[in-house]
């Protein structure tokens, strides 16, 4: 069974940073695809950064140089990283293990994230 479990979402002031976890059971994070998605209330769910089963991460340029994308094989845990964090980068953060062809994704269940002004 595969899961996924998020945290350290908070709430923090603008210009203040949060590292989130996803800790993975069921899979090892180094042989999957594994990404972050965000969703604020009334709109669809954004794509935020993926790390490739070989180590390299993309993270959009809106993103970039705020947001990084990092893991842990030994934990199996996947990390966001949020520096410099602004009110618009308050939402819902999903974790997200997929990838492969004829297999299911999975999500975590998300975690709160709210920036204050």
């Known amino acids: 069974q595969v899961q996924l479990v998020e945290s350290g979402g908070g709430l923090v002031q603008a210009g203040g940073s949060l590292r989130l976890s996803c800790a993975v059971s069921g899979r090892t994070v180094s042989t999957w695809q594994m990404s972050w998605y965000r969703q604020a209330p009334g709109k669809e769910r954004e794509f935020v950064a993926i790390?490739?089963?070989?180590?390299?991460?993309y993270v959009p340029d809106s993103l970039k140089g705020r947001f990084s994308i990092s893991r842990d094989n030994a934990k199996n845990t996947v990390y966001l990283q949020m520096i410099s964090l602004k009110p618009e980068d308050t939402a819902v953060y999903y974790c997200?293990?997929?990838?492969?062809?004829?297999?299911?994704?999975?999500w975590g269940q998300g975690t709160q994230v709210t920036v204050s002004s």
């Open positions: 997200k293990s997929g990838g492969r062809l004829a297999e299911p994704d999975y």
């Open positions: 790390i490739w089963t070989a180590g390299t991460t």
